[in-house]
């Protein structure tokens, strides 16, 4: 979620987790980042979303954020632990940078020096940092949105040669999202409308929780809701969303 005023997210990580057990098979573990201002909140578990006592608490805590990326795991490559689970966290230029993957990536061993390696055993988190490490190499210092989001064009498809890369990634400035195969997102703004949940009998009324000022970008996996037009990304396609909005 990108947006423009920090909202919470509780009505679509309602839906969101369902897919771990109910209506879907990402069961490996799960977990939430949100940025306020340079600080990150950050929550792993690797027990299915459904039945973890932590997701239970993030969907009964109005965290507000500008930016969140959460993230259900379903293993491809690395065990079912802690260290594995999504999404990954790191620093660079003074501020944490947040990412999650959903794809499978085979022969991809890059070369990594030693500030960015992986704890787990994860392709995607050897990804996350071989990124890290191409940006540091790139740019002397935080570059503009516009800057970081060349770079990353020029990068994903060198990883996306090895298998599906779809993936989120924030600094808590913008929210990039980048597509192989099934990548979805919606805007919210005003006039604001009732949205109905896919995975649960769930309804929001935003225009009651909102100002005419607020936008709002979701990005998601598969669609979460059955009564909002959902946009799909192309194969190849790299997105950057800031205050809300697609840029």
């Not at 909140?41 to 990326?69: C, G, M, Q, T, W």
């Not at 959460?70 to 620093?91: M, Y």
């Not at 996306?160 to 195969?181: D, I």
């Amino acid at each position: 979620m990108n947006c423009n005023t920090p909202t919470d997210v509780r009505f679509s990580f309602s839906g969101f987790t369902q897919r771990a057990g109910n209506t879907g098979d990402h069961t490996d573990g799960w977990g939430i980042a949100f940025f306020e201002e340079k600080g990150l909140r950050h929550f792993v578990d690797h027990e299915r979303a459904i039945d973890s006592p932590v997701a239970k608490l993030i969907r009964e805590y109005p965290i507000r954020s500008k930016n969140v990326i959460a993230h259900i795991r379903k293993a491809t490559q690395g065990v079912v632990s802690l260290q594995n689970c999504h999404p990954f966290v790191r620093e660079l230029w003074g501020h944490y940078w947040v990412f999650a993957h959903n794809g499978d990536l085979k022969q991809f061993s890059p070369n990594l020096h030693s500030h960015y390696k992986p704890v787990g055993s994860t392709d995607s988190e050897q990804a996350f940092c071989w990124i890290m490490q191409e940006l540091w190499k790139s740019h002397a210092t935080m570059p503009s949105v516009e800057e970081l989001t060349l770079t990353l064009r020029e990068l994903a498809p060198r990883i996306a040669k090895h298998g599906t890369f779809n993936f989120l990634l924030s600094n808590g400035q913008a929210l990039w999202a980048h597509a192989s195969t099934h990548l979805y997102y919606v805007e919210r703004k005003h006039p604001f409308m009732p949205a109905q949940l896919c995975d649960e009998d769930l309804k929001v009324d935003f225009a009651s929780e909102t100002t005419p000022n607020d936008k709002v970008a979701i990005v998601v996996t598969a669609p979460l809701t059955t009564n909002e037009e959902w946009t799909p990304f192309q194969s190849g396609e790299l997105r950057v969303f800031v205050n809300g909005a697609a840029a």
